[in-house]
């Protein structure tokens, strides 16, 4: 107490903000849906992906193994469950109960709490990234000569996207209830146009189109192309670049604290 | 009847209410009001609380009780009229007025699975200058919970847990709004006791209830809201003794009295017969006044009992007034 008492700079600025991290992330290990879907399920997909014999079989047309077309569409998966669930049902639930009404009556802005929400889902996102990535090139025979700029902001566009997805699901969801039953709506019709059933590759040239108008199809495209080493063309960047304007724009336009 | 305007004036009243008026005044509302879509919540309501006071807000539910408090502690901005705590204005000086004022909600919960010592060590980071957790626990019973989590804590438990939080960044004024709904009678009386020994230390509480023995022991002054009005402003004794109904003494003489005898006594107001019971209703030092007329003339009393008028007659008194003068004025439009 005393040491905190002598430097109130760092108290004030940073402080808080770790605490918030610290404790929600000790509660988001304790209600582990979140990272089970975020992180168990894709590094579980990837190992059976990666010990079916057939997938190491070039798809016809591609130059490609049926397992190197799935590890894109993976990573968008984590961002898919976490962007659909882990990210907003902690935040409608700690509304909910109160919790952000309870942090506004202190110093600190409940806008912290909602960073800190938003850090610990990428901290899982990245893990996720880095299995899916190390796992697949190391253990699994991936060519690792990827477009490095050009997946890094694939990545990171995709992310904004589904991120603010979320919190804009948080903005309008009224209860825990109405936000699950949200995140599930969307979830088939996000999965189907990142590809998880059937690549997008093998679907019929409309719905191909649609796709590619997707964040998540878009996303898939770019990372494809960036993890065959050329830059991703322009359209399913700017694609994945509006969506996060748009879900960004909304989510703070209607985001209520109570 | 005594006007609204005499009550909340506070001239010419015991000296309890000089006395804290003469204080340093900390929290000053001035003409405020608040409208939600048509509902009026607080309507042009001014007061001032003391230094070092437990100030009562008392009043029927959907009184505007909370409305008031959440524009003290600014999580509301009032639609006009002014706030100021410490002099500082609750919706432009956020976070200096956040360290000033600690509070807890009515309705509000913690994570289930947060443990107390981290919800409180969370909130200890929160403010420059914090209380020590443990200190805070011990003193308020919870101390051996300190690794429990929220959702394995009692009613009472989780409301000492709120308490705490408000209190952690040791604050010079506490809001405690209806921090005794649902405990039990122990419960309820360690939480005044905490309370006393909070304003003990200093800090001025303002305590939101809707149970008048509450507000009658904790209190140094209660202001009685009616749909968004101050209708009272006073200690809890003082409107107890002037809307409460004045004081019933019932006694079994034993020879028959003449009630002109009682009667012409200072303070009494009328006499009844039930019985072999007498009961004089009047107001004042009746019953010392009473036995010792009957002493006088050599009559015994027995089962003598008592009642005086309390806090919560002078609530249904004064609420009720307020509801035919209401409706009066709807009749009269």
């Not at chain 1, 796709?211 to 063309?233: E, N, R």
């Not at chain 2, 929220?150 to 209806?178: C, T, Y």
């Not at chain 2, 109904?245 to 303070?267: A, C, H, I, W, Y």
Request: proline fraction near 5%; charged fraction near 20%; aromatic fraction near 8%.
């Amino acid at each position: 107490m005393s040491a905190q008492a002598h430097d109130t700079k760092v108290h004030k600025s940073s402080k808080p903000f770790w605490e918030l991290m610290k404790v929600e992330g000790k509660l988001a290990i304790r209600e582990p849906a979140g990272i089970i879907f975020g992180l168990g399920l894709p590094v579980f997909l990837l190992i059976i992906f990666g010990s079916i014999p057939a997938f190491r079989n070039t798809v016809p047309g591609t130059a490609l193994s049926a397992f190197e077309v799935y590890i894109p569409i993976l990573m968008v998966t984590v961002l898919i469950f976490i962007g659909l669930f882990g990210l907003p049902i902690p935040i409608v639930r700690d509304r909910e109960i109160g919790w952000l009404r309870r942090i506004s009556t202190t110093p600190v802005s409940p806008t912290k709490l909602l960073a800190a929400q938003v850090a610990i889902n990428i901290i899982i996102a990245g893990i996720s990234f880095a299995i899916l990535t190390v796992g697949s090139v190391f253990f699994f025979g991936v060519n690792g000569s990827f477009e490095i700029p050009g997946f890094v902001l694939s990545i990171v566009l995709v992310t904004i996207a589904l991120f603010s997805l979320g919190v804009l699901i948080a903005a309008i969801a009224p209860s825990q209830g109405v936000s699950t039953a949200m995140g599930q709506g969307l979830l088939y019709p996000l999965l189907f146009f990142a590809g998880i059933y059937v690549p997008v590759q093998f679907l019929p040239g409309y719905l191909q189109t649609i796709s590619d108008f997707t964040p998540v199809g878009a996303a898939v495209q770019a990372l494809d192309s960036s993890m065959q080493g050329t830059f991703p063309s322009i359209v399913p960047l700017l694609v994945m670049a509006a969506y996060a304007v748009f879900f960004s724009f909304i989510a703070i336009r209607y985001f209520r604290w109570e | 009847m005594i006007s609204t305007e005499n009550l909340t004036k506070k001239s010419g009243e015991p000296n309890e209410i000089a006395e804290v008026t003469n204080r340093k005044r900390v929290v000053n509302v001035d003409h405020l009001h608040k409208v939600y879509g048509k509902i009026v919540a607080v309507d042009d309501v001014s007061f001032s609380i003391a230094e070092g006071e437990i100030f009562g807000i008392i009043g029927p539910n959907g009184a505007g009780k909370t409305t008031m408090v959440e524009c003290i502690s600014g999580l509301r901005v009032p639609d006009s009229g002014t706030v100021t705590v410490y002099n500082l204005n609750p919706n432009d000086d956020r976070e200096e007025l956040r360290k000033l004022v600690g509070v807890q909600l009515q309705e509000s919960s913690l994570p289930p699975r947060i443990k107390v010592v981290e919800a409180l060590e969370l909130f200890a980071s929160f403010y420059p200058d914090p209380v020590v957790s443990n200190d805070l626990l011990e003193s308020l019973g919870i101390a051996q919970k300190r690794n429990a989590r929220f959702k394995q804590l009692s009613g009472g438990q989780k409301q000492r847990l709120s308490i705490a939080l408000a209190l952690i960044g040791n604050p010079k004024i506490a809001i405690l709004d209806e921090l005794t709904t649902g405990l039990d009678p122990d419960a309820r009386r360690e939480t005044w006791t905490l309370i006393e020994r909070v304003r003990d230390r200093g800090v001025t509480v303002i305590l939101v209830t809707h149970y008048m023995d509450e507000a009658e022991r904790l209190c140094d002054r209660v202001a009685l809201i009616n749909h968004g009005k101050v209708i009272a402003l006073d200690t809890p004794a003082a409107l107890a003794a002037r809307e409460g109904g004045g004081v019933r003494m019932q006694f079994v003489p034993s020879e028959p009295v003449n009630d002109k005898v009682l009667t012409v006594l200072p303070g009494v107001t009328s006499v009844e017969h039930r019985g072999s019971r007498v009961i004089v209703a009047g107001s004042g030092d009746l019953t010392t006044r009473v036995l010792y007329a009957l002493l006088k003339m050599g009559v015994n009393a027995s089962d003598v009992q008592v009642k005086s008028g309390n806090l919560e007659d002078a609530f249904v008194k004064l609420t009720q007034t307020d509801e035919n003068t209401r409706k009066q004025e709807v009749d009269s439009k």
